[in-house]
């Protein structure tokens, strides 16, 4: 583990060490962490603890909550390369039909501010996407780490398919 690695670099090396494996170990720290619906949970789990020193030795120091949040999330997800979850959230199979996820979901997911309380809820709108949710893992280990109303707006965005909006285009506001 280097200094300079992100935190989304960090996470998928301890998803396809950990997580992303075909043997029992694997399947049962999944299956462990797919059932957690607090942080004291996830703690419970030695494969949240491994997460722990990846990001420690990458000279991150991650509160429980962080913690527990990202490992239980990623026991979710059958792949980490894909759409930005939000975006997999907001797909439509045509212009008229409705979001993989429903607005009104999206939007008791996204006020969501605490890490303790989106464990459940996320992990229900990560049912969703079917039997196999495969998203960009890079994106949602830094998104869930740093939860925030930046990362909520950019949800926002991703969801509805809106381009990004920047802060200062060099307009004036009168």
């Not at 789990?45 to 030795?57: I, P, R």
Request: proline share 3%; aromatic share 6%.
């Amino acid at each position: 583990m280097t200094l300079d690695q992100g935190i989304g670099d960090v996470v998928r090396i301890w998803y396809k060490s950990t997580l992303d494996r075909d043997d029992g170990t694997a399947r049962a720290a999944r299956a462990r962490l797919r059932r957690c619906d607090s942080p004291v949970d996830a703690l419970a789990v030695a494969e949240t603890h491994d997460l722990n020193e990846l990001l420690k030795q990458s000279g991150r120091n991650p509160r429980p909550d962080q913690l527990a949040l990202v490992a239980a999330t990623f026991a979710r997800l059958k792949g980490i390369d894909g759409d930005r979850i939000a975006t997999l959230f907001g797909k439509q199979a045509s212009k008229d039909a409705p979001r993989a996820l429903s607005m009104l979901r999206f939007q008791s997911l996204i006020r969501i501010e605490s890490r303790r309380d989106l464990i459940a809820p996320l992990r229900r709108a990560i049912a969703v996407l079917g039997s196999q949710p495969s998203c960009d893992g890079r994106a949602l280990a830094e998104d869930l780490y740093f939860w925030n109303e930046q990362v909520r707006n950019k949800w926002c965005l991703q969801y509805f398919g809106a381009a990004f909006v920047e802060a200062d285009q060099g307009e004036n506001v009168r």
